[in-house]
Each structure stands twice: as C-alpha cells, then as structure tokens.
T-cell receptor, first 116, second 111 residues
C-alpha cells in the first residue's frame, strides 16, 4: 500500500460548525504533515508530526487543531473557521527526516474545504 | 533561508513539442531537489528527484539534472502529450528543514 488516503474529498461548513479532516497511511511512515493550498499557489506547511508528536507548528491559528492518534492516522479538527480558510488541505507522510534530506513526501489527494 | 524560483506560467505547447521548465534554488548545505506534479483536482505526486550534484532524475520521459554550479534543476521532456497538462512544482529540502516549494508552473498542452 503506497497511498495516503484523505477523507472527505469535499467539505462545506459554516463558520460555527465543528468538523474534522482525516488522513491515513499504511506505509510505515513515522512523519505526517498537513499542508494548506490556496488556488494557484504552492502548498503551505501547517503542521508536522514525527513519531506521533507535534514537531512543527507553522504559527497556525488555534481554530485548526491537529491530532495524531497513532502512527497511521492524522486528523485536523476544524472549529470556527473563516471564509478565507477555504482551500485544499493536503496530508502527506514520509520516513522521519534524516540528515540526507532525501526523504520523499507522499501526498494524499486532498480535502477541498469551503467555509460559508 | 532556502528558496526556489520557477519560471512564470502558463507554458503553452502543442503536442510533441519540447518542454523546459526552469528552476533555480538558493540553499544552505546540500539540498535534495524534487519535481512534483499536480493534475487538475488532485494532490501532488512526486515526478522525480535528485539528491546530489550531477544526479539526473527521470520518470515518464521527464528529466532533470542537479547542477550545483548554476544552482539549477530544470525540468525537460522531449515530446509532451496532452495528458502532461498539469501544474509542476520544483522543491527542495536541506538537512532537517522543511520542504520548500516554488510557486508552480502551469503547463497546457494542446492537440
């Protein structure tokens, strides 16, 4: 299994809703990532988990709350979002980075979020 | 800090034309270099990579050579197809730092 699976593919939510995005991989990768991608822009890193511990938080607003319940799963909990948070949210995984820097990220297909 | 610069798009070509998408980088240390491709409505897929100077990455007819002297990693393909229409991202990672993307170049191939 060489895939990163993201659900749901599409999500529409109001500003007062609470929802979650889910990501799963079974490649034995111990690093997992959330990226946000706006239209016609490159992905922007949000969070990195390494061995199920949060290792990087790129100053993301607290209305985004990541969770890594085990080595295969990564969630992104959403609460009180703003319309400008509408974007494609990409999950990725890799081997834990080492000094060679050659670890390749495998991306999921993304969850397209619309905030009304 | 580390950065990647790609040529502005869109690049518009006819089928079977030769493709070059330029990518240059700035990095401390010895980065690994990547090309990712994003087809419409999809996530990113690794197209090819190179981890040291003079390495050539290749996949699906695409090639890129890691040129340390010019800090470049240009993507080339000898004969593009309509199915190659996508956005191409050049990226690097150095040491323990995060993956850094260029702004992306949209390729449009017409029959």
């Amino acid at each position: 299994d060489t895939e990163v699976t993201q659900t749901p593919k599409h999500l529409v939510m109001g500003m007062t809703n609470k929802k979650s995005l889910k990501c799963e991989q079974h490649m034995g990768h111990r690093a997992m990532y959330w990226y946000k991608q706006k239209a016609k822009k490159p992905p922007e890193l949000m969070f990195v988990y390494s061995y199920e511990k949060l290792s990087i938080n790129e100053s993301v607003p607290s209305r985004f709350s990541p969770e890594c319940p085990n080595s295969s799963l990564l969630n992104l909990h959403l609460h009180a979002l703003q319309p400008e948070d509408s974007a494609l949210y990409l999950c990725a995984s890799s081997q834990v980075r080492d000094r060679s820097g050659a670890n390749v990220l495998t991306f999921g297909a993304g969850s397209r979020l619309t905030v009304l | 800090g580390n950065s990647v610069t790609q040529m502005e798009g869109p690049v518009t070509l006819s089928e079977e034309a030769f493709l070059t998408i330029n990518c240059t980088y700035t990095a401390t240390g010895y980065p690994s270099l990547f090309w990712y491709v994003q087809y419409p409505g999809e996530g990113l897929q690794l197209l090819l990579k190179a981890t040291k100077a003079d390495d050539k990455g290749s996949n699906k007819g695409f090639e890129a050579t890691y040129r340390k002297e010019t800090t470049s990693f240009h993507l080339e393909k000898g004969s593009v197809q309509v199915s190659d229409s996508a956005v191409y991202f050049c990226a690097l990672i150095a040491g323990f730092q995060k993956l850094v993307f260029g702004t992306g170049t949209r390729l449009l191939v017409s029959p």
